[in-house]
C-alpha cells in the first residue's frame, strides 16, 4: 500500500499527480453539459480533510454519503471515488458502486466493506487494488495534501457492464448513459504525526462545477 512508502519517495514524487481533469466527472463534462446532483456528507465538509477513521491511519470504513435532485428518468445510481493526486497516470479508484436505487437516496458510515470490515451487502465493483470493496485513503508521506472525488452519477436504465466493473467499464457506462452527475471532495494528507479528530462536520452546498485546474 502506497503508506509504507518512504517519505523520501513522496517527496521525489511531489509533482506525479493523475490531475482532477482526468477524474470521471470532467471527462463526462467535457463531453457533454449534464445535470446536476446534491452531494454531501454528515462526515465532512466540500473540500476539507476527511475524519481518520475512514482512512488506512484509522479504522478504515467508508464514510456516509448522501445525494438528491435526481431526475425523474434516471433507472439507477453508482458512484466511483478517485484520488485525483495519486502518482499514478491515472486517478486511484477507492471504490466503484453500481445498481443503487434511481432516486434520492444515502449510504451509511461503513455501508461498503472494507479491510476487516464487512459493509451492508452493495453491489460494487473493482478498486485500483483489485478488491470489490472501500479501499482506505493512504497517500504517501511527502507527497502533499490528496484530493477524494465522491462522484456520484444518476444513470437511464440499462445493464451493469459485468459482475465487478473496472474503472474502463464504469467510464463507458457514465459516459454512455449519464444524466446527471454530482460530486463532493474530501482531502487526507499524511503526516509524520497523524492527529485523530473524529468530530463530524456539517457538509457545505456542494458547488456546481469541480474545476479541471486549480480545485480543491
Known amino acids: 500500500m502506497l503508506e509504507k512508502l518512504p517519505e523520501s519517495v513522496g517527496h521525489a514524487l511531489i509533482n506525479q499527480r493523475a490531475g482532477m481533469e482526468n477524474v470521471v466527472y470532467n471527462q463526462l463534462f467535457r463531453l457533454r453539459a449534464t ?48 484520488d485525483a493526486d495519486s502518482p499514478t497516470p491515472h486517478p486511484l479508484v477507492h471504490a466503484i458502486v453500481v445498481n443503487l436505487g434511481g432516486s434520492d437516496g444515502a449510504v451509511q458510515e461503513g455501508a461498503f466493506d ?3 470490515h464487512e459493509g451492508a451487502g452493495f453491489a460494487m465493483g473493482q478498486n485500483s487494488f483489485f478488491k470489490r470493496a472501500w479501499l482506505p485513503p493512504d497517500p504517501p508521506r511527502g507527497h502533499g ?31 454512455e448513459r449519464a444524466v446527471a452527475v454530482g460530486c463532493l471532495i474530501g482531502t487526507y494528507e499524511r503526516t509524520e504525526r497523524v492527529e485523530v479528530d473524529d468530530t463530524e462536520r456539517s457538509a457545505a452546498e456542494q458547488p456546481g462545477w469541480v474545476q479541471e485546474a486549480g480545485a480543491g
Open 145 to 175: 495534501e490528496h484530493r477524494y472525488v465522491f462522484q456520484v452519477f444518476a444513470l437511464r436504465g440499462g445493464p451493469v457492464p459485468g459482475e465487478a466493473p473496472g474503472r474502463g467499464a464504469f467510464i463507458d457506462m457514465v459516459l
Open 114 to 116: 472494507s479491510p476487516g
Open 35 to 82: 445535470a446536476r446532483l446534491e452531494v454531501r456528507s454528515k462526515a465532512f465538509a466540500f473540500n476539507a480533510r476527511l475524519p481518520v477513521r475512514f482512512t488506512a491511519d484509522g479504522e478504515g470504513i467508508s464514510p456516509p454519503l448522501d445525494w438528491g435532485k435526481v431526475p425523474e428518468n434516471a433507472g439507477s445510481i453508482a458512484l466511483i471515488v478517485e
